[in-house]
């Protein structure tokens, strides 16, 4: 059935499958060039048994897949290889997981996994163009062919035999343990509460320059300047190719074939304008020859990206000053940051997370770095001098000490204020007052909250005072109905929360919640009975890095 489903289709579609994430596991894979080597190579071993190269191969493909699955992209660029060692490494414990369990998955149960995943949400019918244009697109997206595809169906259908085979133990959940789960999740509380905020008690801080050479004497690690680099770079933005991009796209004689093809696969409700209205047929597809445009301009900029990168590192004696001259050699501008630091990267640039990271990685022996991906563009960095440390003068930093210091201040007069008045609201409960009463004398106003459950994930007139929902939440639930809360240090000041009214589940509600509810539980428990079995096995694989030398006394 594979081969008709291979004949039946063709549009641009992808699906999510939600697979099982051990992510408590760590892993190496070997490096690249030993995936190159010869056969007879070392590529570890799974429980006593050697492992082949091809065995990282289809694991490394079907990593790639279930990547491209979840997120909608393909992990390309720095930072993605820790993360896609890790899930090749699953998939490669997976296949020789199932395999030591005789799993075999037909040729029927992958016709049955695609078709539930690729049918018309009208009919229900299995789409002949969502196929093969899914197809198509990990095809010239990732260079991924259906044969590795349907390789990645098989894993992950042994992975959910697997799941169900050791998540057994987590079925045995009764009904009775699911109904009082069930209540304890879904019974609600009403409550009442006060913020006290430091913004109210700014202006009540005094000033002066002896207390402000204090607090910044006191505190002058918090105001060190830490080192910082700065680097030369050249920046090849991807909208400077767009013309070339337009040329290039004016030469194909199936375009507007390939324009209508989109509009068709992705749907006319795809298509909107920024105020979420339907663009016309003309419009979209207007936007759809832009994204032509933008991602062929990408593709161009890439290709000088990188040949300009080769040149670079091609000069046999490697220094900072081959990034200025090959820049030289072709025209290109190149520019200079201002000195920054890890944490914050320069802060007048648009770049990627790892820039700084990696400009703080070069030195004078190794001034070059690889190409840095970006958005709209690819950066080449070299060193140019590092900053070192230093600690600033008051003078310098004046503004912010004064505005630290107000800050400090105003928060130890709200807690101040915050603890005498959760001492007297307690009193007064025990005397019989009402919570708002007492706020009322106080000079405070309560807050109502509606009724929450523990599931609760979202309460305006809490959030609005910056307070997290979960901690009050947690706070009032500790609490007998008619008592308040402690002051508690939180968000811009802190809060006293009072329960008043406990409302148990809906007895109508539970009945007909409850089954569903008791089989999210056991599937819960399935997940983490499955998680532990795994995390046994992968112990005694052979797969985990082996421990380094203790060091030498």
């Given amino acids: 059935m594979i081969g008709t489903l291979r004949k039946h289709s063709q549009a641009l579609w992808y699906f999510i499958i939600v697979i099982i994430v051990i992510s408590f596991v760590y892993f190496f894979t070997p490096e690249v060039d030993q995936l190159g080597a010869s056969a007879s190579a070392d590529f570890g071993s799974f429980q006593g048994e050697k492992l082949k190269r091809q065995d990282w191969l289809d694991a490394s493909s079907q990593a790639r897949v279930s990547f491209f699955l979840q997120t909608g992209r393909w992990p390309t660029g720095a930072g993605m290889e820790q993360r896609m060692d890790m899930i090749t490494r699953q998939r490669l414990m997976i296949?020789?997981?199932?395999?030591k369990a005789g799993i075999l998955v037909s040729d029927d149960a992958v016709s049955t996994y695609i078709v539930r995943n690729f049918s018309d949400p009208q009919t229900g019918a299995f789409s002949k163009t969502q196929y093969d244009g899914f197809l198509q697109n990990i095809?010239?997206?990732g260079g991924v062919q259906e044969e590795q595809f349907i390789e990645f169906v098989r894993s992950d259908l042994a992975l959910q035999t697997l799941s169900r085979l050791h998540g057994q133990s987590g079925q045995?959940?009764?009904t009775r343990a699911a109904d009082g789960l069930f209540r304890r999740e879904n019974e609600q509380l009403e409550a009442e509460a006060v913020f006290i905020s430091t913004s109210n008690y700014v202006s009540r801080v005094s000033i002066t320059t002896n207390a402000i050479s204090t607090y910044f004497t006191n505190r002058l690690a918090s105001y060190r300047i830490p080192e910082r680099v700065v680097v030369n770079y050249v920046y090849f933005a991807f909208t400077n190719f767009n013309d070339k991009a337009e040329a290039a796209l004016a030469t194909e004689t199936n375009l507007t074939a390939r324009i209508e093809t989109e509009y068709t696969n992705r749907g006319t409700n795809a298509f909107r304008d920024a105020e979420g209205k339907m663009l016309s047929a003309e419009?979209?597809?207007?936007?759809?020859?832009?994204?032509?445009?933008?991602?062929?301009?990408?593709?161009l900029?890439?290709?000088?990206?990188?040949?300009?990168?080769?040149?670079?590192?091609?000069?046999?004696?490697?220094?900072?000053?081959?990034l200025l001259t090959v820049a030289k050699k072709h025209g290109y501008g190149v520019k200079e940051t201002k000195p920054f630091t890890e944490l914050d990267g320069p802060e007048d640039m648009d770049v990627p997370g790892n820039f700084a990271s990696t400009a703080f990685n070069l030195s004078t022996e190794e001034p070059l770095a690889s190409p840095l991906n970006w958005i709209n563009g690819i950066y080449l960095i070299a060193y140019n001098r590092r900053v070192a440390s230093e600690s600033p003068a008051l003078s310098n930093v004046w503004d912010k000490v004064v505005a630290d210091y107000k800050s400090s201040q105003a928060l130890e007069l709200a807690v101040q204020a915050g603890t005498k008045l959760a001492a007297s609201v307690n009193q007064g409960l025990a005397a019989g007052l009402s919570f708002s009463s007492i706020l009322e004398t106080n000079g405070f106003k309560s807050v109502e909250i509606p009724a929450f459950s523990r599931n609760t994930r979202s309460i305006p007139q809490v959030e609005d005072f910056g307070v997290s929902p979960s901690e009050v939440i947690g706070a009032a639930f500790n609490l007998e109905v008619g008592h308040a809360s402690t002051f508690r240090r939180s968000g811009r000041g802190g809060y006293i929360v009072m329960t008043k009214k406990l409302i148990p589940v809906d007895e109508a509600k539970l009945k007909e919640d409850l089954p569903e509810f008791l089989n999210d539980v056991r599937s819960e428990r399935m997940n983490l009975a499955f998680q532990e079995w795994f995390s046994a096995e992968f112990a005694q694989s052979g797969l985990a890095p082996a421990q380094p030398a203790p060091a030498e006394q």
């Fill in 283 to 299: 419009d979209a597809k207007k936007k759809i020859r832009a994204e032509f445009i933008e991602t062929k301009a990408s593709e």
């Fill in 139 to 141: 095809a010239s997206t």
């Fill in 301 to 322: 900029g890439q290709k000088v990206a990188f040949d300009f990168a080769n040149e670079v590192f091609a000069i046999a004696e490697v220094k900072s000053e081959n």
């Fill in 95 to 99: 296949n020789k997981l199932a395999a």
């Fill in 172 to 174: 045995f959940v009764s």
